[in-house]
């Protein structure tokens, strides 16, 4: 068993124990591992490390990663107070829990900057990689497991390596990956992925055999997350959409068959992309940054012909379906680092729609995708940014309330911005669409009041810029003192509807 997962033999007298491979780790490292969503992040080696600090060590440590990871990684060292530095993206509760109450420094960043960084040095040496993988192979390549993210620039980079061989990860994964770096400016080339299935690099990570510290055998599973269920205001949003590109067909905008895919993650992007499995589209594409349920169903179906993505992250019963059918998936998808997955110029290139996710959205198209009323952290912008900067079309949906209809998602002013005006092209939430491209600030203000609000509250937004165009200034006109009072009352009484009235200047 173990001879097909580790094909050299000068390799096995390296296999250690976790424990053992956890002890190379030391207080004020550097750590990056492998691991984007919780799908292919290493695990036995991070539960001994935080069994070290459970026993009284002191060890804290920067932890680099692709994106969010699983409960053995985050969770674990979280709790026992092992993250210090935390980088570029997390949504585990603990995790979050540092973060907001300040004992875990937190950069949320653009994911496809995060090679670039560790490259450049921003963060010193990286001292330890930890990278889970389902094979190493005769020339010493190191295959990866259910995602890439980050594995192959922490291979690179570190001084040394840990390597976890899980055996919960078929072999059949082999041949799915598609790893190639590009080189450091001045000595960076083109991109050379002009078709979301083009394939430009190696199956496996190269790897210096010399910084192979140590291998642990585990067979620990990805702990995959459940999908909430598809409620109706997201098959309204579904419509919404695919409605829109429909008429993007008619108009000549879009071919028809669309163009390459990227969704966010979430019951709300599983939603939209699951409408297009009974959508007259044929022969889609994604070039994406996380396979979800509604990928499957759309290769399921015959829609779409190639997922190109960092990581492959289902619900429970999507990883169940997605093992007992790899061989027929293995077809469809390419796994690739999320430097390639996430860079701007690919995505400029194949003309991405992109359609994620906000929190809330004021009426004139910035996006907090991030800050629960401007101060909370919730998770980071992920690969948004990436996509949305650079997206044919970017697409931003959110339902019009939280909260039992106490919040709008619609405001006058967002609390924070991750996303601007400049980069949202069309708004959709349950209620409808707003199509701001061409539009002045007032016009597109005027679309997303009246086609994305809720209409317990556009009356009250309604007001609010009638008002703000009184003072005079009418390119983007604000009431400053009012901006962010829809926040405050909803802090100081538990809903936005207690708003008092205004009155002009």
């Known amino acids: 068993m173990l001879e097909k997962r580790i094909r050299r033999e000068d390799l096995k007298s390296k296999v250690v124990s976790a424990e053992e491979a956890a002890k190379l780790i030391e207080d004020g490292m550097v750590v990056a591992t492998s691991g984007f969503t919780p799908s292919g992040y290493p695990k036995a080696v991070p539960l001994a490390l935080a069994k070290r600090a459970e026993a009284g060590e002191e060890i804290g440590i920067t932890l680099l990663t692709g994106a969010s990871v699983g409960d053995e990684l985050d969770g674990a060292l979280g709790r026992a107070g092992v993250i210090k530095r935390r980088f570029p993206y997390q949504t585990h509760k603990d995790i979050r829990n540092g ?50 993210g980050i594995a192959s620039n922490a291979v690179k980079l570190a001084k040394k390596v840990i390597i976890e061989v899980n055996t919960s990860q078929p072999l059949a994964l082999e041949g799915m990956h598609d790893i190639y770096l590009p080189e450091k400016p001045p000595f960076r080339k083109p991109i050379p992925i002009e078709k979301a299935g083009d394939r430009i690099g190696t199956t496996y990570i190269p790897c210096d055999m010399d910084k192979i510290a140590a291998i642990v055998v585990t067979d620990i599973t990805d702990k995959v997350r459940p999908l909430g269920a598809i409620d109706e205001n997201s098959k309204a949003i579904s419509r919404h959409i695919i409605e829109f590109l429909k008429k993007e067909v008619e108009a000549g905008r879009l071919p028809e068959n669309l163009l390459p895919l990227q969704s966010g993650v979430g019951s709300v992007a599983n939603a939209v992309l699951g409408g297009l499995v009974e959508s007259p589209f044929e022969n889609l594409t994604c070039y994406t940054e996380v396979l979800q349920d509604s990928m499957l169903d759309l290769i399921d179906s015959g829609k779409a012909s190639v997922i190109s993505t960092t990581a492959v992250t289902p619900s429970e019963s999507g990883l169940e379906r997605f093992l007992d059918n790899i061989e027929r998936y293995a077809n469809h998808i390419v796994l690739r ?27 004139y198209g910035h996006v907090n995708s991030t800050n629960i009323m401007g101060s909370r952290m919730m998770n980071g912008l992920g690969g948004s940014g990436d996509f949305t900067r650079n997206a044919y079309l970017s697409i931003y949906t959110t339902v019009s309330t939280a909260k ?26 349950e209620q409808g669409l707003a199509d701001l491209r061409g539009t002045s600030p007032v016009e597109r203000a005027r679309l997303i009041i009246n086609n994305c609000a809720h209409p317990d509250y556009r009356d009250q937004l309604n007001d609010y810029l009638d008002r703000a165009l009184e003072k005079g200034l009418n390119h983007e006109p604000h009431n400053i003192g009012e901006a962010l009072s ?5 802090l100081k009484t538990g809903s936005m509807k207690n708003l008092e009235a205004k009155s002009c200047c």
């Open 404 to 429: 039992g209809g106490d919040i709008s998602s619609i405001v006058p002013m967002v609390s924070h911005v991750d996303h601007t005006e400049h980069d949202v092209m069309v708004v959709v939430t």
């Open 99 to 148: 973060i907001n109450g300040g004992s875990i420094a937190y950069q949320d960043m653009h994911l496809s900057h995060l090679p670039q960084y560790m490259e450049a040095g921003v963060y010193g040496d990286i001292d330890v990689a930890i990278v889970e993988a389902v094979a190493i192979t005769e020339e010493g390549g190191i295959v990866p497991s259910t995602s890439v």
């Open 337 to 363: 680092p999320q430097e390639i997955s996430n860079n701007p110029e690919v995505a400029r290139r194949l003309g991405v729609i992109s359609m994620n996710t906000a929190i809330e959205i004021d009426m």
């Open 486 to 490: 829809w926040h405050e009352t909803f």
